[in-house]
Nanobody, 122 residues
Framework: QAQLVESGGGLVQAGGSLRLSCAAS????????MGWFRQAPGKDRNFVAG???????????TYADSVKGRFTISRDNAENAVYLQMNSLKPEDTAVYYC????????????WGQGTQVTVSS
């Protein structure tokens, strides 16, 4: 049974940084099958960052427009872990952040972590 466990959330002032970690266990996921989502109070869960298989170009990263240039997703294959470096945080980044994984590229994410709270104060 695959498990995803997030860590690294917390309270930070606007302009600050946080680094989220997600450790996967129970199976190994390909890089392009892991990503990050977030859910703000009263809103839907939305995609934040992930990887995609670009064929001959290899694996590339992809981000929601709202976080481009501020967030960076990375992967440690040896640790079966994925990270989200969040810089220049804004109050609107406040949300529960979820690590997600899927079995195959371009299919729905079906594995979810328990979430980690990120709160950005103004």
């Amino acid at each position: 049974q695959a498990q995803l466990v997030e860590s690294g959330g917390g309270l930070v002032q606007a302009g600050g940084s946080l680094r989220l970690s997600c450790a996967a266990s129970g199976r190994t996921f390909s890089t392009y099958n892991m990503g990050w989502f977030r859910q703000a109070p009263g809103k839907d869960r939305n995609f934040v960052a992930g990887f995609r298989w670009s064929g001959i170009s290899g694996i590339s990263t992809t981000y929601a427009d709202s976080v481009k240039g501020r967030f960076t997703i990375s992967r440690d294959n040896a640790e079966n872990a994925v990270y989200l470096q969040m810089n220049s945080l804004k109050p609107e980044d406040t949300a529960v952040y979820y690590c997600a994984a899927r079995n195959y590229d371009s299919t729905p994410y079906t594995y979810w972590g328990q979430g980690t709270q990120v709160t950005v104060s103004s």
